[in-house]
């Protein structure tokens, strides 16, 4: 949505200043058919507390904005070198590099004529996101979507989220937050009187294998996921399946009988694809998966079929 749309110094002081709450964003997606019941508009946060090795928004980890570069996109012609602020911005061996000394400032995204060059990140006010969604009330209208928070992690921004989620239901917007979970179990509860549905992604149950492959332990993760689930709080389980990570029938079984005793029945399993490791290109980073293929649809129907036999309502994609 935002080339070269960048979060400028002036403008986060701007919102600082402001009474309005503000938050830091990196994307924000239109017609949107796999995040929640009807059309959406998808609201994507920046910041998560978890750093999953399959992540597909890896944009959307860190609580900052990050410098992405479109390698396909450069014409080579230099111009982002002489207006970085930073001197960040360097031709080593015939090739243009950015070094560790880059602050995201956006300068050169900005001089950059074939956008090869974009900042994830922007800052918004409340205002400013719901004029952005606002466009879109027809298509909700007709069926029976709305907005839907993902990331990142929309409960690591709680007063953004929590004006926002008002917002909406002055509109009587239907909202849907994405969450991995991982929050303070008295904000979720709070935020919980607000939110139409909730998209809760279960990954491991096992505490061992899901620190090791998302950085953080699943204890929170659980009991928040019990806390809603007590109060009878509207929950779709979301189950990523990672060949050789969590589609062990270990993971499987004891993931059915959690969900069973609390009596959450409907499961969305989301099978893995490689569509986002291209970003992990753009941002430098390392991909730790890159021989993992998407799980074979025999597999899908064979965990799918576990399921449904123990009486859960299951979709398989988003």
Request: aromatic share 6%; charged share 25%; proline share 7%.
């Given at each position: 949505m ?7 110094v002036?403008?986060d002081?701007a919102?600082a ?13 239109r ?26 928004n890896?944009?959307?980890q860190?609580?900052k904005?990050?410098?992405m570069?479109f390698?396909?996109?450069?014409l080579?012609c230099g111009?982002c ?6 001197g ?5 061996d015939?090739?243009i590099h950015t070094?560790?000394a880059?602050?995201v ?19 918004m ?7 952005e ?12 979507g709305?907005?839907?928070f993902?990331?990142g992690?929309?409960?690591a ?5 929590a004006?926002?989620?008002d917002?909406?239901r ?10 991995c979970?991982l929050?303070?179990k008295d ?20 505490p061992t294998k ?12 659980l009991a ?9 709080k509207p ?5 990523p399946i990672?060949p050789?990570?969590n ?7 004891q993931?059915?009988?959690?969900l069973?005793?609390?009596?959450l029945?409907?499961?969305h399993l ?5 569509t986002?490791?291209?970003?992990y290109?753009r ?9 993992v293929e ?11 079929h576990?399921f ?11």
């Amino acid at each position: 949505m935002w080339e070269n749309d960048q979060c400028g110094v002036s403008r986060d002081v701007a919102h600082a200043a402001s009474a309005e709450p503000a938050g830091l964003l990196f994307d924000i997606q239109r017609y949107s058919l796999h995040d929640g019941p009807g059309i959406r508009t998808t609201v994507f946060f920046k910041g998560c507390p978890l750093s999953c090795w399959w992540c597909h928004n890896p944009e959307g980890q860190s609580p900052k904005p990050n410098l992405m570069f479109f390698e396909n996109r450069c014409l080579d012609c230099g111009n982002c070198i002489p207006v970085c602020p930073h001197g960040a911005v360097v031709r080593l061996d015939g090739a243009i590099h950015t070094t560790s000394a880059c602050e995201v400032c956006g300068t050169c995204a900005d001089a950059c004529p074939g956008g090869a060059r974009r900042v994830a990140g922007r800052s918004m006010t409340v205002s400013e996101v719901m004029r952005e969604i606002e466009r879109d009330l027809i298509f909700w209208d007709e069926s029976g979507g709305g907005v839907t928070f993902s990331g990142g992690e929309p409960l690591a921004q709680p007063r953004f989220l929590a004006s926002l989620l008002d917002a909406c239901r002055e509109k009587s917007i239907h909202t849907v937050v994405e969450t991995c979970g991982l929050a303070k179990k008295d904000v979720l509860l709070e935020l919980s009187e607000k939110v139409g549905l909730f998209l809760y992604d279960l990954k491991i149950l096992d505490p061992t294998k899901h620190k090791k492959y998302t950085g953080v332990p699943n204890d929170p993760i659980l009991a928040n996921l019990e806390a809603l689930a007590q109060r009878n709080k509207p929950v779709v389980v979301r189950f990523p399946i990672i060949p050789g990570i969590n589609d062990d029938s270990e993971n499987i079984r004891q993931m059915v009988a959690l969900l069973s005793r609390l009596q959450l029945r409907r499961i969305h399993l989301l099978p893995y694809h490689q569509t986002g490791t291209e970003k992990y290109k753009r941002l430098g980073l390392g991909f730790r998966l890159d021989d993992v293929e998407a799980p074979p649809p025999s597999l899908v129907a064979t965990i799918a079929h576990e399921f449904e036999r123990a009486g859960f309502n299951v979709k398989v994609g988003g």
